[in-house]
């Protein structure tokens, strides 16, 4: 937390720097006599203050940036159809219900839906908690993935059961991973959830025994 602290201030001298040489360039640029200097006055008001400007989105607007740039905006094939193994989960059939999502995960690894179907179903009937942690896992190491809300819940389903499983630091390391990540496109919200888990699983590390949660959750 306190390397965190640091490295913001740093940060913010360093934006502070970069603002302060785009207002005096600016200045000089209004009392440019000749066309070189007002041209080169010019170039440094418009790259310092567009780095100062990046910089104050990255510390102070999270998410801003992954959303306006960084995320693929559209699909680049139709989600797959879940219902075959929603008919199969409604009748206990939950060994094929498995093997089918596999299937579907295999051809479309990109859609969270799919994953998240696939932990509840390891984590729930089958009993499987120590592969339902790994599938997520599987998951959150991919280097591409779309913008859904759905990486958000699956997130917070990962950090839930590693935190029952006794498994904090696991979970924290994930979350925190996330929450760092360029291009995850979480919202506000998400990014509020997340936190607030993973300050949760951190008092829980620090005092050793499970605590109450409190709060909404986007699952």
């Given at each position: 937390?306190?390397?965190?602290?640091v490295?913001?201030?740093?940060?913010?001298?360093?934006?502070?720097?970069?603002?302060?040489?785009?207002?005096?360039a600016?200045?000089?640029?209004?009392?440019?006599?000749?066309v070189?200097?007002?041209?080169?006055?010019?170039?440094?008001?418009?790259?310092?203050?567009?780095?100062?400007?990046?910089?104050?989105a990255w510390?102070?607007?999270?998410?801003l940036i992954?959303?306006?740039?960084?995320?693929?905006?559209?699909?680049?094939?139709p989600?797959p159809?879940?219902?075959?193994v929603?008919?199969l989960?409604r009748?206990?059939?939950?060994?094929?219900?498995?093997?089918?999502?596999?299937?579907?995960?295999?051809?479309?690894?990109?859609?969270?839906?799919?994953w998240?179907m696939?932990?509840?179903?390891?984590?729930?009937?089958?009993?499987?908690q120590e592969?339902?942690?790994?599938?997520v896992?599987?998951?959150f190491?991919?280097?591409?993935?779309?913008?859904?809300?759905g990486?958000?819940?699956?997130?917070?389903?990962?950090?839930?059961?590693?935190?029952?499983?006794?498994r904090?630091?696991?979970?924290?390391?994930?979350?925190t991973?996330?929450?760092?990540?360029?291009g995850t496109?979480?919202s506000k919200?998400?990014?509020?959830?997340?936190?607030?888990?993973?300050a949760?699983?951190?008092d829980?590390?620090?005092?050793?025994r499970?605590?109450?949660?409190?709060?909404?959750?986007?699952?």
């Amino acid at each position: 937390m306190r390397r965190n602290r640091v490295v913001k201030i740093i940060s913010t001298l360093i934006m502070l720097f970069f603002l302060a040489n785009a207002v005096y360039a600016l200045l000089l640029w209004g009392r440019s006599t000749g066309v070189a200097g007002a041209i080169f006055n010019l170039l440094t008001v418009v790259s310092c203050g567009a780095i100062a400007c990046c910089m104050f989105a990255w510390l102070y607007l999270p998410g801003l940036i992954d959303s306006l740039f960084l995320m693929r905006p559209t699909r680049s094939r139709p989600a797959p159809l879940l219902s075959p193994v929603e008919v199969l989960i409604r009748q206990t059939r939950y060994g094929e219900a498995l093997e089918r999502l596999n299937l579907l995960i295999e051809a479309g690894p990109e859609f969270p839906t799919a994953w998240i179907m696939r932990f509840d179903l390891l984590r729930g009937p089958l009993g499987q908690q120590e592969e339902a942690l790994k599938s997520v896992e599987k998951y959150f190491i991919r280097p591409k993935r779309l913008r859904s809300e759905g990486n958000a819940k699956l997130a917070l389903r990962y950090a839930e059961l590693a935190g029952e499983l006794g498994r904090q630091d696991e979970a924290i390391r994930l979350l925190t991973a996330e929450l760092h990540r360029l291009g995850t496109g979480y919202s506000k919200t998400e990014r509020r959830y997340l936190g607030s888990m993973l300050a949760h699983l951190r008092d829980e590390s620090r005092t050793g025994r499970p605590e109450t949660r409190g709060g909404a959750d986007v699952a």
